[in-house]
């Protein structure tokens, strides 16, 4: 028998996978997860030898010992995004609260559930492709995802309001652990809005994991906006694999705010002639955090564009890390790529590390790629000070310049319900 490490020492007690996974009833599925399991106790948690990972170390997850969140704890109140919505989808700790959600209304074309329902009765299909750029927390979540949602949108179908999903993580006894398996498929000329919401409240350790498959086929296009607040003690791993089809658009703005651990990746795949991807990212780390947000944009047709927009922050003793790739296959020609990271040194002993990579086997093409990282600018401070402005002001009103840029696709009162919710952890110095 492999040798159980000690944070999943709970959870998979003698090698056993838990009798309470959704989808024990399909062979199919159980093979699927056994087979995850092994190959993660074979691997482990990804390491500095990995190159992808060489920034973010994992060893204070291996000394804690995790356990299932005890779902009849309270949740806080909800803050939603906005209150104009066309449904609400709400996981507490991993799992969908019927209580708490509302999709009893949505619009034709529009079909939200979760896993859980997806996998309940004896005929289930596997749902979940295989994705690129697998990591060996991959397995991990394979192996025990709790729960997840699953959200397609018809053919021709155009969704005017937005989709809330909101992930809360509730106060517990003891370190705990959830897992997630998300799916969004829009079909041809489809179109949606996503706006997620993670709030974690907890006080003790929370490990969460996260993939999300999405698919846009042609003409299809998705906007998500994904707002993270996290805890000092969370420790979060994502991955977006995202397929985008012939003319499709797929746009996001990730927000993460705070944690000690967060692992953002997101890959690409630009695989029809004029299909087009952006993305932009906030990270705000302060105290001892490590915010770790890798882009790999993948050009594998003719006439493909993208953008992407990184703003990292870090004060305290944090690390910020941007890694973003972009490869140009050679059929790929007529490519327009760009890339700008910026970062913003908020203390003397803050870290931001940046690694942007150019792969180009096209030779008509228009790339680019910019990286820069300094401290607040000491002359523009001077001049908000010698105007009578008091110095937390001034540097706050500073740092919003700085992520401006992000939010200036967004209508006005989403930017600045966006903009005040940021205002308020760099005021209270929590992230």
């Known amino acids: 028998m492999q040798s159980i490490p000690t944070y999943l020492s709970q959870r998979i007690a003698g090698g056993v996978l838990p009798a309470d996974l959704p989808g024990q009833q399909h062979a199919w599925l159980v093979q699927k997860r056994e087979a995850a399991l092994l190959r993660f106790l074979n691997n482990g948690l990804p390491t500095a030898q990995d190159e992808d990972w060489r920034y973010t170390h994992l060893r204070a997850i291996e000394k804690e010992t995790f356990h299932l ?14 209150q104009d919505f066309c449904g609400s989808a709400v996981f507490v700790d991993g799992i969908l ?10 619009p034709a074309g529009l079909s ?3 896993v859980r329902e997806k996998l309940k009765g004896q005929q289930a299909d596997d749902f979940f492709p295989a994705m690129i750029g697998a990591d060996s927390w991959h397995d991990l979540n394979t192996a025990l995802f709790d729960d997840g949602a699953v959200i397609d949108v018809a053919a021709g179908a155009v969704i005017e309001k937005p989709l809330e999903v909101i992930c809360l993580s509730t106060k517990q006894n003891n370190a705990t652990a959830y897992h997630a398996k998300n799916s969004i498929h829009l079909g041809e000329n489809a179109s949606l809005k996503i706006y997620k919401s993670k ?29 993270s607040k996290h805890a000092d ?38 695989a029809g002639e004029n299909a087009y991807a952006g993305m932009n990212i906030l990270t705000h780390t302060a105290q001892d955090g490590t915010t770790d947000a890798l882009v790999d944009m993948r050009h594998n047709a003719p006439h493909t564009q993208s953008k992407q927009l990184i703003r990292s922050l870090a004060g305290g003793k944090a690390r910020a890390v941007f890694q973003g790739k972009i490869t140009v296959a050679q059929i790929a020609q007529k490519t327009d790529a760009a890339q700008n990271h910026q970062g913003m040194l908020l203390s003397d002993t803050a870290e931001i590390d940046a690694k942007p990579t150019l792969e180009i086997y096209a030779d008509d093409v228009k790339c680019s ?19 009578g402005i008091p110095k937390e002001e001034a540097e706050r009103l500073l740092q919003q310049a700085f992520i401006a840029e992000l939010f200036e696709p967004f209508e006005e009162s989403l930017r600045d319900s966006l903009m005040q919710r940021i205002t308020d952890i760099i005021e209270k110095g929590a992230a």
């Open 112 to 114: 939200v559930s979760c």
């Open 69 to 82: 969140a005890d779902q009849s704890t309270p949740t806080q109140t909800i803050e939603h995004m906005t």
């Open 233 to 270: 003690t969370t420790f979060t791993f994502v991955h977006d694999d995202v397929l985008i089809h012939e003319g499709a658009v797929f746009e996001k703005t990730a927000i993460n705010l705070g944690g000690k651990i967060i692992r953002q990746k997101t890959t690409m795949n630009l």
């Open 97 to 106: 609260s019927k209580t708490l959600s509302k999709l009893d209304n949505l």
């Open 369 to 387: 790629h910019g990286n820069t990282c300094g401290a607040l600018d000491e002359t523009a401070l001077f001049y908000l000070r010698s105007r």
């Open 199 to 227: 709030i974690s409240n907890a006080s003790h350790v929370i490990f969460s994991t996260h993939m999300n498959h999405i698919t846009l086929q042609k003409g299809a296009k998705l906007q998500r906006i994904v707002l």
